[in-house]
């Protein structure tokens, strides 16, 4: 079934409003204060490269936005479960704004949300992740 002009305009108005409600909630640092929390210089090659492929980053009012929970600021580095996360919300094909609504949304697991927990339960973290990410199989 192919939808209409109006009502693709209606989903896309939607997504974009989802996606806007999803980042409203969430601490977020500029590209500045990401590389001062990881200790990079402002010439850092490796801030280009791999560290960009583990990291989860938002383009807002055409300038990147990282969400605070992912550093470890006394370590100054990104949580290792959180870049296992990363690359396993990406092998399962996850966007980042539905990785960044799983990480902001109460879990069981946890008192209060994943992204919280990174701090002092970074696998257990990812092992609620793999488990959520699974897909469902019916037999």
Sequence with gaps: MTLSYGERRRE??????????????????????????LALASTDLAWSSSLQERIIRFRIAGKWSFPAFQFDSSNRRLYPGLVKIVAA???????????????????????????????????????????????????
Excluded: T
Aim: proline share 4%; hydrophobic share 45%.
């Design 12 to 37: 896309a108005a939607l997504r974009h409003a989802m996606r806007r409600q999803i980042l409203s909630g969430v601490e977020m640092v500029d590209e500045v204060e990401a590389r001062r929390l």
């Design 89 to 139: 919300s990406r092998a399962a094909g996850w966007s980042e704004f539905r990785l960044l609504n799983w990480m902001m949304c109460p879990h069981l697991d946890f008192d209060g949300v994943p992204a919280d927990a990174l701090r002092d339960q970074d696998e257990e973290v990812l092992e609620a992740f793999l488990r959520d990410s699974e897909p469902d199989c019916h037999g």
